[in-house]
């Protein structure tokens, strides 16, 4: 479990601009995580602004360049797993937004791995195991075949 202090960090790491702004001020006012997050969305409560903001997060994610993207991936994965628990956060309505999002979010990848991701993954939750799968796998890749991959050296 991931302490208030933890979470209030990592909000401040995944928004930017205005959101960002109001999160700090809001946070220099003590308030507690939910009160902060109400006031982000008493701020934001018309819902296309939300969904403008949810559609923006996702255009900002991380481009991964490659299945031996190691840094990438993870990268991507994480900015994917924060961005689910604002979505959560968020309620139903933006809930059912999720395959739209998945779409979007599998056009961060890599051709062959964009299809399979838009044919197999529906939810972020599934979509969050495929990129777990696929740092996993790009370790491996970089263990078995290091000299092939830019920036791992071959080990002795």
């Not at 959101?19 to 997050?37: E, F, I, Q, V, Y």
């Amino acid at each position: 479990d991931i302490s208030p202090p933890m979470k209030a960090s990592l909000m401040s790491d995944l928004l930017k601009g205005e959101p960002r702004s109001l999160w700090k001020n809001a946070l220099s006012l003590r308030l507690s995580l939910k009160d902060g997050w109400q006031a982000l969305l008493n701020h934001y409560e018309d819902p296309t602004k939300v969904e403008i903001f949810i559609h923006d997060s996702v255009s900002k994610m991380k481009k991964v360049t490659g299945r031996t993207d190691v840094e990438g991936l993870r990268e991507l994965t994480r900015q994917v797993t924060d961005f689910q628990s604002l979505i959560n956060r968020l309620g139903d309505r933006y809930e059912a937004q999720a395959r739209s999002l998945c779409i979007s979010i599998a056009k961060k990848l890599w051709s062959d791995e964009t299809e399979r991701m838009i044919v197999r993954h529906r939810t972020l939750d599934s979509v969050i195991a495929r990129l777990n799968q696929l740092v996993e796998g790009s370790v491996l890749l970089s263990v078995y075949h290091p000299r092939t991959i830019p920036g791992i050296s071959a080990r002795s």
